[in-house]
């Protein structure tokens, strides 16, 4: 009797074999006592549309098709059982004949392998100084051994492919030469690490004041609130809009003229200003202590339990600017996303996502401040997803609120203000154009951040092709604003652009960097990385002779700065969050891809590095000492371009596999001795070096110690700050 065992893909459909009429994937063997599976010449014709049932569509046409072996370009045995299992390789059917498979041997593309089924991996790296990260690789099936990471889980939280974190797999070499010398006890490295957190402890709970922080009228003597309030202006302001500037500044002059008693909106407002514009005050950032107490004041009272009443354009103002405080001063700034979130939803709330010309009529005044303030918000939630590797959370078709109108803040307070042409240059121009490119730079965090992304590389190149022309679009709008008119962009709003842009662009590449490093296929995503993180260091951290910028070259940027240093490299120094974690992260790039050159020249007997990548390796480090001299307190960003220094000057004199590993504990050792001496002068504490370096340090204590030391990104995993500042969120 002819055996009815139905053929392992009909079963996987719920279907029973046809013996007198075999399906696509079917035919009969010579006995005809079973179904075999055969598989088809093109490669295609294997996935062909599934049929619904055993009649006339399931026997179509299979004479017309050859049944020669499939002839795969990949080398790879998992492949094959991927294909013949369609789609789950785990179900097999141990008594059904494998079909011969000749395999063509040939250098994968990049579309081929954009193509082909990708396999999860999760993998685990515990170290004893940055503790334990689950790690979920992406191996496409051309070869296991290089892995594109798609997200990143460290303690109980999960960063999508645009968080910095997912490039610590690039120093993986770095850890693993330095975790036998910590666990031995030979390096006096830990201890240094110890003493700089306490340290760091010290800083943060002397310039935290007691929380809840409730608002005081005093205020810094009004010369200085002048300088603050012109830094936000000349700065935030011009990127960000959040405010019309007339009417801040009318009624901060009624405050300054008059011993009423202020209006409390009105003031906390006022100290959200003063904190964002203490950031590019000096060099040292000297007010960080009353800053922090600004925004503290002002987290309590956008706090409180009766807000119903707040709900308007004032108080979404106030809290955009709290967002904005709370990042750049680094008070919960990790936690920007979620924030930003509730900020979304209370604009949706009172309507600020329909155009006004879908509301009942309002004054163009109005209509105007709801347009720029939703505009404002988008970028926020966009630029703090790129930041926390978490999903955009808005689509386009959430709302219609069009971009602002291109008007002066002078102009809406006439009787009836027309918009100024699009090749006009105003206070919101900035702004518009940045609005233009936000479709493109929401498709890359979709696509980065989207649990639901399939992250090929065909589709980076897609998103990659639409971002460039996006940006070309917004540097020709800027660009034609600046010289048609007489009005020109601040330094600091072209420069900002520039960053942003190329911020994501970077951002879009990363995820093939670590790749590209050793498969050719993914180059242009290396060289994209590379150029892309060299011009966002050289805006960051310019040379004393900085190249001319596109900015520069072509539009006459107003030069009138009250301060020696440029505003945005100020902001990158001394600030938290966006400006200065890409900042550091481009230099790391650079250092990883300085390392890789030094290591492919050595391989052909021959060292040429670029001059412009050795620039940025030799003063990255310096840099970050910069910043901890203007109050940050965590030394990991330092250490670890110290390391990336000394094991690329080790590389360049050809040190030897064995002693690499001592080079890098010297430098580790090195790094934090001098951080620590930074941090005591800080605290006060310089007398008290002594007593904390003979504190009894047991390399093999509690685990929970161990867990507690994140090398890599102390201040952003770490919510125990040292501070009572237990709230966050808008709504307390």
């Known amino acids: ?153 460290h303690k109980n939280r999960v960063f999508g492919q645009s968080h910095w974190i997912n490039t610590f797999t690039l120093f993986r070499d770095i850890i693993e030469m330095l975790e036998p010398h910590l666990r031995s006890g030979s390096s006096t490295m830990l201890g240094s690490l110890q003493r700089s957190k306490h340290l760091a402890r010290v800083i943060k709970s002397r310039r935290s004041p007691a929380w809840p922080t409730h608002s005081t009228t005093e205020l810094p003597p009004k010369h200085i609130c002048d300088q603050l309030i012109e830094g936000y202006l000349r700065t935030i302001e011009t990127v960000y809009r959040v405010l019309h500037i007339p009417t801040f500044l009318h009624e901060y002059e009624a405050l300054c003229a008059t011993q009423a008693e202020p209006n409390e909106a009105f003031l906390v407002q006022l100290k959200l200003v003063l904190a964002i514009g203490a950031v590019v005050y000096d060099d040292k950032f000297s007010m960080r202590t009353e800053a922090t107490r600004w925004v503290y004041e002002a987290q309590t009272w956008m706090s409180s339990p009766v807000f119903k009443s707040r709900l308007g354009i004032q108080y979404l103002q106030t809290s955009i600017l709290l967002l904005l405080a709370r990042e750049l001063v680094d008070i919960g700034g990790e936690f920007i996303w979620i924030s930003a979130g509730s900020v979304l939803r209370t604009a949706m709330y009172i309507g600020l996502h329909r155009d006004p010309t879908q509301l009942p009529r309002i004054s163009i005044f109005e209509a105007e401040l709801r347009r720029r303030i939703w505009n404002t918000i988008l970028e926020i939630c966009l630029q703090s997803s790129l930041v926390s590797g978490g999903p955009s959370l808005i689509t386009l078709s959430e709302y219609d609120t069009k971009p602002p109108g291109n008007f002066d803040d002078e102009q809406l307070t006439a009787a009836n203000p027309v918009a100024r042409t699009r090749d006009a240059h105003t206070q919101t121009s900035v702004a518009i154009a940045l609005r233009g ?65 190329h911020r994501y662009i970077t951002s879009l590449h990363l995820p093939f960097f670590g790749v590209s490093l050793e498969e050719a296929i993914y180059a242009f995503s290396r060289k994209v990385v590379v150029e892309s993180s060299l011009k966002i260091w050289s805006i960051a951290c ?32 001394n600030g938290s969050g966006f400006f200065r974690a890409f900042t550091f992260q481009a230099a790391t790039v650079l250092a990883v891809e300085t390392r890789a050159q030094v290591q492919e020249d050595d391989s052909i007997g021959t060292t040429i590095i670029r001059p412009d990548l050795l620039a940025v390796v030799n003063s990255a480090p310096n840099w970050y000492l910069q910043s901890v001299e203007a109050g940050e307190t965590g030394i990991k960003g330092y250490l670890l371009l110290r390391l990336l220094s000394a094991q690329i000057d080790a590389l360049m004199r050809h040190v030897g596999k064995n002693e690499m590993p001592r080079v890098l504990v010297d430098a580790a050792e090195e790094a934090g001795a001098r951080t620590s001496g930074m941090l005591a002068r800080l605290a006060g504490q310089e007398n008290e ?44």
Not at 545 to 566: G, I, K, L, T, Y
Request: proline share 5%.
């Open 689 to 732: 070096v002594g007593d904390l370096e003979r504190m009894d340090l047991d390399i093999n204590m509690s685990a929970d110690f161990m867990e507690d030391w994140d090398l890599m990104m102390s201040s952003v995993f770490d919510t125990n700050d040292g501070s009572d500042f237990s709230t966050f969120s808008i709504y307390g």
């Open 1 to 153: 009797m002819q055996s009815r065992r139905s053929c392992t893909p009909c079963r996987r459909r719920k279907m029973k074999c046809d013996r007198g009429m075999p399906c696509l994937r079917c035919a009969k063997s010579k006995n005809g006592t079973a179904c075999v599976y055969e598989a088809m010449k093109n490669l295609g014709q294997l996935f062909d549309g599934e049929v619904a049932g055993n009649g006339s569509n399931h026997a179509a046409s299979i004479s017309s098709r050859a049944s020669t072996p499939l002839e795969l370009d990949f080398n790879s045995k998992e492949l094959e059982e991927q294909l013949l299992g369609l789609a789950n390789p785990d179900i097999k059917d141990p008594e059904e004949p494998l079909p011969r498979v000749t395999k063509k041997k040939t250098a994968p593309s990049a579309r081929s392998v954009s193509a082909a089924k990708s396999s999860y991996i999760n993998e685990r790296l515990t170290t004893g100084l940055a503790g334990t990260f689950d790690v979920l690789q992406d191996s496409h099936v051309f070869g296991q051994a290089h892995r594109v990471n798609r997200s990143i889980s």
């Open 542 to 573: 310019p040379s004393p002779a900085p190249v001319a910028s596109w900015n520069a070259v072509n539009s006459p940027v107003n030069n009138d700065q009250s301060n020696s240093e440029d505003d945005l490299p100020r902001l990158c120094k």
């Open 437 to 501: 490119s936000l479709p493109a730079r929401l498709a890359v965090l979709k696509f980065l951040n989207d649990i639901k992304s399939n992250g090929t590389y065909d589709e980076t190149l897609r998103i990659d092709k639409e971002l460039r022309a996006s940006f070309k679009d917004l540097r020709y709008r800027l660009q034609t604003s600046a010289t048609s008119t007489g009005s020109v962009p601040t330094r600091f709003g072209l420069q900002t652009v520039d960053f942003i842009m």
